[in-house]
Every structure is written in structure tokens, then in C-alpha cells.
């Protein structure tokens, strides 16, 4: 009864289900937000625009939100699509931007059908030891110059 017992208790191992059942990944903390808001806020100030930022954690849920003086109020909406975009995707928005123009089916497919999916650049991934800790979504400039202010504050945190 025991060997029975012992076999069917450990026949989890035969499917291949022992690997861990939960893994501890990188997350942004808020300190990690506001090192990367500052960050965007000194790059915009360099290049002379006004914008909104957007950090979230990698579930796309929000850590900090900063709206320079002058930048549009519509801003606030994209910087946040971006950012939970960017962090949904693992890739930067003008990656998206750039794999629709040249697939109009994923076009048709995907965008249309995400709510809060964005393909405009100004969103990137936060990696930290390899995986998606939160993303950044800046809005408010022209879209490369929302992408350089996003990537900036990015790199600037990013081990």
C-alpha cells in the first residue's frame, strides 16, 4: 500500500511538473519609478519638450504618473497605454509600430482587439536581470522623441 501510495503521490514527476510552481521576478518598486520618472523628466528638459510619463509594473499597473507644465491633458491616456503596452509586450511601442506596418493581418488582429494596446513610440520595457520589471510610456512630443526620452530613462535603471 505504501509503494501505491508513494507512486501515485510523486506521478506528478512522470508529466514533467517538477519545475517550481511560482518564480520570483524583478518588480519595479516606487523608488525604482521615481529614479526613472527623474530620469525622463532630465532627458525632456535636454531636448526642450514638455511631457507626460507613465511607469507601471509589469502587470501594467501604475507607479508613477508626472505631467510637465504645457503638456497636453490627452497625454496622461497614451503615456499610460504606452507603458502598459511596452510592458505587455516585452518589446518597446515602435517595435509594435514598426511589426504592424509590415503585417496588416497582425494589424487587423491584434490591434483592433487589445483595449489598451498601443503601437506609437514612446513605451519601453524596464528589464532587470532579463525580465519585463515594469515599462515607461512617455507622451506629448513627437513620437521619436517620446521613444529617446523613454529609452533614456530606461537604460538609466536597467541592470
Do not use: Y
Request: charged share 15%; hydrophobic share 55%; proline share 5%.
Amino acid at each position: 500500500m505504501g509503494e501505491v501510495l508513494a507512486r501515485r503521490l510523486f506521478a506528478w514527476q512522470r508529466w514533467g511538473m517538477d519545475s517550481p510552481i511560482s518564480v520570483d521576478v524583478p518588480r519595479l518598486t516606487l523608488a525604482g519609478a521615481q529614479q526613472l520618472v527623474a530620469a525622463a523628466l532630465d532627458e525632456a528638459q535636454t531636448i526642450g519638450v514638455r511631457v507626460v510619463i507613465h511607469v507601471c509594473d509589469p502587470a501594467g499597473d501604475p507607479l508613477a504618473l508626472a505631467r510637465m507644465d504645457g503638456s497636453p491633458k490627452f497625454s496622461i491616456t497614451i503615456a499610460a497605454k504606452k507603458a502598459w503596452s511596452a510592458a505587455a509586450a516585452g518589446a518597446p511601442t515602435a517595435a509594435l509600430a514598426a511589426a504592424f506596418a509590415d503585417n496588416p493581418t497582425l494589424l487587423h488582429g491584434v490591434a483592433g482587439k487589445v483595449d489598451d494596446l498601443i503601437a506609437v513610440g514612446g513605451g519601453v520595457p524596464v528589464l532587470i536581470d532579463g525580465s519585463v520589471a515594469g515599462a515607461i510610456g512617455v507622451s506629448g512630443a513627437t513620437e521619436e522623441q517620446d521613444h529617446q526620452i523613454a529609452a533614456t530613462a530606461a537604460a538609466a535603471v536597467a541592470r
